[in-house]
């Protein structure tokens, strides 16, 4: 099983709401991934986690916060956004051996208002 | 640092016809290159990846690429295209090493593909 889910699939939210995304894995990867995504653009990498540890943050506003709370669940915490952060946000997951393929979950599509 | 072209936006094709959507990389060292294809408002679905061997790659849904060494390039093809197979195709190379067997990858622009029928 290559699935990754993710929760919610939709989210409205004010500027000045707190809210959480949601990814989840169960094949066994240690490697897991938040990309932010733009109409008819290619991903871009926010975050990277290995082994529950944050791995890299690519230079993302504080107002984004990801959480890796086990090995299967990965969170991305959304405060104080402001409208250009509407985009489809992808997690993914991957192993940690070097010729790894990187699988996505459906994404959410949050719409800050 | 690596780096992938897909020099078309957008391809048309006719139902039934081969269709190639093309993909040329830059990189040091050798090549671990992936595609995945977009459904609307989907996440990206892995199609096919190169990283040694054979340079004629067999991939989901009919799919296969080939792998170009002297033309640095990676092209999608299928045979013969369905209506279905519509959408948004990217092409990936393995970046950097980020630390702990993690990896940056690195995407394409995208290429929009359209089955006429």
């Known amino acids: 099983d290559t699935e990754v889910t993710q929760t919610p699939k939709h989210l409205v939210m004010g500027m000045t709401n707190k809210k959480s995304l949601k990814c989840e894995q169960h094949m066994g990867h240690r490697a897991m991934y938040w990309y932010k995504q733009k109409a008819k653009k290619p991903p871009e990498l926010m975050f990277v986690?290995?082994?529950?540890?944050?791995?890299i943050n690519e230079s993302v506003p504080s107002r984004f916060s990801p959480e890796c709370p086990n090995s299967s669940l990965l969170n991305l915490h959304l405060h104080a956004l402001q409208p250009e952060d509407s985009a489809l946000y992808l997690c993914?997951?991957?192993?940690?051996?070097?010729?790894?393929?990187?699988?996505f979950g459906p994404g959410t599509r949050l719409l800050v208002l | 640092a690596q780096s992938v072209a897909q020099p078309e936006d957008q391809v048309n094709v006719a139902e039934g016809n081969p269709l190639t959507v093309k993909c040329t990389y830059s990189?040091?060292?050798?090549?671990?290159l992936f595609w995945y294809v977009q459904y609307p408002n989907r996440g990206l679905q892995f199609l096919l990846k190169y990283i040694t061997g054979d340079n004629l790659v067999k991939g989901s849904y009919g799919f296969e690429a080939e792998f170009n060494k002297s033309q640095t390039s990676f092209h999608l093809k299928k045979p013969s295209a369905l209506v279905s197979d519509s959408a948004l195709y990217f092409c990936?190379?393995?970046?950097?090493?980020?630390?702990?067997?993690?990896?940056?990858?690195?995407f394409g622009t995208g290429t929009r593909l359209k089955v006429l029928a």
């Open positions: 990189v040091s060292g050798n090549p671990y």
């Open positions: 990936a190379v393995r970046d950097a090493r980020l630390g702990s067997g993690t990896y940056k990858y690195i």
């Open positions: 986690y290995s082994y529950e540890k944050l791995s």
């Open positions: 993914a997951s991957s192993g940690v051996y070097g010729q790894e393929t990187q699988y």
